[in-house]
């Protein structure tokens, strides 16, 4: 197959000084291959390449001196190279022990051009294989910091998705403790009338009916003072109970201070709110074992604050009282 070479190859790149520094002195694998039949021999190395593989490969076929599984791969590059008759660019990967035994290993991409003889037929393969070693690792390094920083990152995301969670949960607890009556459980005077302001105004736009209920514990100062303030706390939580069964979902119940208690009934007119009142008061009698005395007064168009309904049913509720002598 000799008369099948590029005549006098390193004679010819000799004879210019330009190409001899560019063969010498690339820092990259430079060679030439000579297709013999379906194989290839190197024909040239530079001094880059020699330094890679360690050892003269000059004449010797790539299956000579790289492992099989390598040069078969090598090979099939070179042969798309002849099949395509064009340049062919790749990246690939290969592990071999060089001319002193040691094992070598990297990433290159290598360019491929066709070289064509006097008839126009491709007898070598010229190539240049860049070594891109350190970028792929660093590209790996990257990758796994990348990785690393995402596993942190959702770890952290968790946690401050747990921390809002708790801090949510938190603020519902406060806001809670903050509306509710802490003996009884049921609403306190701020959540009352914050509610309360909401079912006027809603009345005033609509024109829907809209009564208020308050009363008081009769003779409540004299449990305190003969069983104690604790049997007055668990008759204010009795009477609580009591008057919650009664209500509906959308009526407004809250203790409003001491053994005063206050109710709202959206939609509800006044006689029907003094229907309830009645039943409510023979509940708590019941099941609370105490009486009250209480009061209503109905929505006008001329309340423009919740402190003129609860003004008219505290008079009700003096005036039952009056009207029983009670304390």
Known sequence: MENDRTPGFMEAIAQTGLLTEIWEHFPENMFLMRVEGPDFVVEAANPKMTEVVAQDCIGKRLHDFLPWSVA???????RDCLRQDK????EEHAAFRDGHGEERAGHWLTLLVPVHDTNGAVSHVFGIAQDVTELRLACADLERYNQDLEAVVEVRTQA????????????????LLASRDSLTGVGNRRYFQAGAEREMERA????????LLMFDLDGFKQINDQDGHAAGDAVLQRVAASVQAELRTN????RYGGDEFVLLLPDTPLASARQMGDRLRNRVQAEAGVAISLGAAGYLAADHHLDTLVQRAD????SAKRGRKLG
Do not use: C, I, M, W
């Open 315 to 318: 008079a009700e509720v003096l």
């Open 72 to 78: 078969e791969a090598t090979v099939g590059h070179y």
């Open 204 to 211: 005033r736009r609509h024109g829907s009916a809209l009564s």
């Open 251 to 254: 009526d407004l119940f809250a």
């Open 87 to 90: 340049p062919l660019r790749y």
């Open 160 to 175: 401050l998705n747990e921390a809002n969670r708790k801090l949510q949960e938190a603020n519902t607890q406060l806001e």
